[in-house]
């Protein structure tokens, strides 16, 4: 006898496949991103194109009290930003502002997923998985968002001192 009906478990198996995925290609991108140019333009976009992940509050079954949805945005801002700002490093190259890839870069996106998927499942003993996606969602922006407006100061902060030599 399952615990679950059958379309929970399948639900749940995608949900971890498509978040492995994700994952996967976070590591990736961040990979190629590393040690090349980079403009304000590519600091900005993500939490920009990201921001129309917003719409799907407008779907009542991935709504979360207002209390909740800024505990995930406070828990994204300030726990897991920080790591991703330590290991996130503009240097000036020649002409052009690069991003220097740590070594421990990788591994902290590696454990932040990790912790992710953990909380996930607590989360879903006691909320839906829509509102518990949603929650991780605003999570995840308030991270990204902070990790960005930080490269965004130390881009200009770069731009700044290179027009000033």
Known sequence: MHLFPQSFQLSHIASILFSLLAGAAVVFLRLRASNQPTSMRKIIIPPIAMSSGFLMFAVPVTRVPWLWALAAFAAGALLFAYPLIR????????????????????????????????????????????????????????????????MLRKYNELQRERERD
């Open 87 to 150: 290991t996130s490093k503009l240097e000036r190259s020649g002409d052009d502002i690069v991003l220097k890839r740590s070594k421990a870069f990788i591994i902290i996106l590696l454990a932040l997923f990790v912790i992710r998927l953990l909380l996930h499942d607590v989360l879903e003993a006691y909320i839906s998985i829509p509102q518990t996606a949603g929650l991780f969602f605003i999570l995840a922006f308030g991270m990204i968002l902070v990790w960005r407006i930080v």
